[in-house]
């Protein structure tokens, strides 16, 4: 079984930045999918960006990119997103999710394990 803790959220001001962590215990495999995703006040939950451990491949949405990174740690078995430039629409729960490599890693249908969300509030 595969448990996801995420951490590292908080209220920053606009402009500010945000680490966000995601402790990941049990066995995610060889080959496996990291993936970020938000959801604001009424509104549906959104892909942000995600890691393939084949490749080191990752991507992002729009209205991220350029401003968002994630990592993966191998030793710490854990997943980051670097949140730089915050804007207030960037105002959501983050979750964290694990999956397996797929043509759906940029929705939520590709992941199998979810994380229970650290909230992110950018506001002055």
């Known amino acids: 079984q595969v448990l996801l803790v995420e951490s590292g959220g908080g209220l920053v001001q606009p402009g500010g930045s945000l680490r966000l962590s995601c402790a990941v215990s049990?066995?995610?495999?060889?080959?496996?999918?990291m993936g970020w995703f938000r959801r604001a006040p009424g509104k549906e939950r959104e892909f942000v960006s995600a890691?393939?451990?084949?490749?080191?491949?990752?991507g992002y949405s729009e209205s991220v990119k350029g401003r968002f990174a994630i990592s993966w740690d191998n030793a710490k078995n854990t997943a980051y997103l670097q949140m730089n430039s915050l804007k207030p629409e960037d105002t959501a729960v983050y979750y964290c999710?694990?999956?397996?490599?797929?043509?759906?890693?940029?929705?939520?249908?590709?992941?199998?394990?979810w994380g229970q969300g650290t909230q992110v509030t950018v506001s002055s």
């Open positions: 890691f393939r451990s084949n490749d080191g491949g990752t």
């Open positions: 999710a694990s999956g397996l490599p797929s043509s759906l890693i940029t929705t939520a249908r590709g992941y199998s394990n």
């Open positions: 049990g066995r995610l495999g060889r080959y496996f999918v």
